[in-house]
């Protein structure tokens, strides 16, 4: 049996033999490898650096007109998978970081502005 393949796109899981995934049907993307899973050790600061900092660099290329989100999609979805191994420590995006404060404190009473994948950060 063959390598099971993971569309960053949508996070779906497809047979290696297809062409597209069967998730969102894309064929741009270049799909993770079951065969290459890697063990890393590092703080989940560093974690949350580096992710915040991709999560910044996808929504600016979407606002410069050079994506159309796939790459903002692709982020979140990562970033998911990873604190979904961890829901103990801080979320790991800054619009999740965000939407964490807003809970906390009730939605009417947070103003946000610019936000990188918040709801809010469109309207600039």
Known sequence: MGAKLLCLNCGAW?????????????????????????AVSVTWHELRVLVMWAEKFADAAKKAGRDDGTMLRVVYGIADRLYSQHLDKPHLTMAGEIAEVKAAFGEGNVETHGIPGHPDADAE
């Open 14 to 38: 497809f047979d290696e033999n297809l062409s597209a995934c069967p998730g969102c049907g894309d064929q741009r993307g270049v799909p993770a490898s079951s065969e290459d899973v890697v």
